[in-house]
Nanobody, 124 residues
Framework: QVRLVESGGGLVQAGGSLRLSCAAS????????MGWFRQAPGKERETVAT????????FVQYSLGDRFSISRDNAKNTVALQMNRLKIEDTAVYYC?????????????????WGQGTQVTVSS
């Protein structure tokens, strides 16, 4: 089992940047596909970005363009989500999740392990 803890959320003005981090602990000796997801009030949880176990494959939600990027540091057991030019509609709780294995998917239903989430609020 792997445990995930997100950090880096907060309040930011529109146009600003935030960098979220997800720290994994526990069975980090295995390979995991990692992902970031978000859930805004009254909306379903959606996939923001995913990254394969070795970083070779990445997906970022198309509607986010080049504003968001995902990266990982396996030596530190961390995954980051860099968010630039934030918009009010980016306000949501952001979750980190993991799926054991070397495969790749963007389907949030397949992820086994989830963090508690971190709130991101973008103000005008």
């Amino acid at each position: 089992q792997v445990r995930l803890v997100e950090s880096g959320g907060g309040l930011v003005q529109a146009g600003g940047s935030l960098r979220l981090s997800c720290a994994a602990s526990g069975r980090t000796d295995r390979n995991y596909l990692m992902g970031w997801f978000r859930q805004a009030p009254g909306k379903e949880r959606e996939t923001v970005a995913t990254i394969s176990w070795n970083g070779a494959s990445q997906f970022v939600q198309y509607s986010l363009g080049d504003r968001f990027s995902i990266s990982r540091d396996n030596a530190k057991n961390t995954v980051a989500l860099q968010m630039n030019r934030l918009k009010i509609e980016d306000t949501a709780v952001y979750y980190c999740a993991a799926l054991e294995g070397t495969g790749f998917t963007t389907d949030r239903a397949r992820f086994d392990y989830w963090g508690q989430g971190t709130q991101v609020t973008v103000s005008s």
